[in-house]
């Protein structure tokens, strides 16, 4: 580790990630059948789904990604005992919240995606009725999305990011040209195949991304999740 404190960082996430509901550790296992459709033929995507802890979304590539120069120097300078956002309850970010070991609930209407993430009690709604990017979107926090079918699979496509997130917790950095597509298939009632593809011209040298199973469990809430209370990174002085 290139610091104590992100041993002390990842480990939190890993004693959230043991703090799920208890159902999490029963060994159940999701529900089997064809995935559910919506009135007008579209798959259902609804549900509270189980998504699969990524801490260091080049895991999966070999340890590696196609830094440009800047880019690979911010990494090797990150050190989140210094500073991490996210210990100081700001937004993680859309890419950063898909990889968090809390699960996520999605809602789904004819005209409209809705996400609602467990982790820092935030969502995100995505228009799917057809409509194009807002033009010159003010950079935020989760970007600016629009979602579209592509057969059975949601594509969902953002811009408009600002350069205050990391893609995932480990601290791989990303610019406000990030373009991030996203695609869920869901290939049966139990499950959702999720494909992220990161293309961000002014941080790497091409596109990357990976794949990954959400796991349904209708047995499981949303729980509750206030950074704010009891932020021990930041009372006891872990993060500055």
């Not at 196609?66 to 700001?90: I, M, R, S, V």
Request: net charge negative; hydrophobic share 35%; glycine share 8%.
């Amino acid at each position: 580790m290139k610091n104590p404190a992100v041993a002390l960082i990842i480990t939190a996430l890993l004693v959230l990630a043991l703090a799920a509901p208890a159902a999490a550790q029963s060994g159940a296992k999701s529900p089997s059948g064809p995935a559910p459709r919506m009135p007008d033929g579209k798959p259902d995507l609804s549900g509270v789904w189980q998504i699969p802890y990524t801490p260091d979304m080049s895991k999966a590539l070999g340890g590696t990604l196609p830094y440009l120069p800047w880019a690979a120097q911010n990494f090797k300078e990150y050190d989140p005992g210094k500073f991490d956002y996210t210990a100081h309850c700001l937004p993680a970010g859309w890419t950063r919240q898909m990889n968090t070991p809390m699960p996520l609930e999605i809602l789904q209407t004819r005209n409209k995606v809705a996400v609602l993430f467990e982790a820092f009690s935030t969502y995100k709604v995505i228009p799917i009725d057809g409509r194009e990017h807002a033009k010159n979107p003010d950079p935020k926090w989760m970007g600016d999305s629009v979602g579209k079918w592509d057969g059975d699979t949601l594509v969902i496509d953002t811009i408009g990011f600002n350069d205050k997130t990391r893609l995932d917790t480990i601290g791989h950095p990303h610019s406000t040209s990030l373009h991030q597509i996203d695609r869920l298939t869901r290939t049966d009632l139990g499950h959702i195949t999720y494909e992220v593809t990161i293309d961000d011209p002014e941080a790497y040298s091409k596109p990357w991304g990976n794949k990954r199973v959400f796991n349904l469990r209708p047995d499981w809430e949303l729980m509750e999740y206030s950074c704010e209370e009891n932020n021990k990174e930041v009372t006891e002085g872990h993060i500055k």
